[in-house]
């Protein structure tokens, strides 16, 4: 049973930074961020692999870092020059399939935390 607990979210002026965690128990797969806007599909932000290869979202190369403490089976989301558009709830999510999880979208069999918020003013 794989179960992932996110903690970081919070307000932030545009410009500010944040990280985001997640805590995962049981065996992970491979590991990414999803985010889902008001009244908007969840999309997918970031993902890595266990050899540390990532894949990111367009709009956040550049400013979101993801990387993964093994030993601790820890995620995290480093967010730096916050945009408006960023405001969402952040989900951590986990799946079998490195196919599936590096293309970013919302497919069957994620497993997925219960969401952190991240609201960003301008």
């Known amino acids: 049973q794989v179960q992932l607990v996110e903690s970081g979210g919070g307000s932030v002026q545009a410009g500010g930074s944040l990280r985001l965690s997640c805590t995962a128990s049981?065996?992970?797969?491979?590991m990414g961020w999803f985010r889902q806007a008001p009244e908007k599909e969840r999309e997918g932000v970031a993902a890595i692999d266990g050899a540390g290869y990532t894949n990111y979202e367009e709009s956040v190369k550049g400013r979101f870092t993801i990387s993964r403490d093994k030993a601790e089976n820890i995620l995290y989301l480093q967010m730096n020059s916050l945009k408006p558009q960023d405001t969402g709830v952040y989900y951590c999510?986990?799946?079998?399939?490195?196919?599936?999880?590096?293309?970013?979208?919302?497919?069957?069999?994620?497993?997925w935390g219960q969401g952190t918020q991240v609201t960003v003013s301008s």
């Open positions: 049981g065996y992970t797969y491979y």
């Open positions: 999510a986990a799946h079998p399939d490195n196919t599936i999880l590096f293309s970013l979208k919302v497919l069957n069999g994620y497993y």
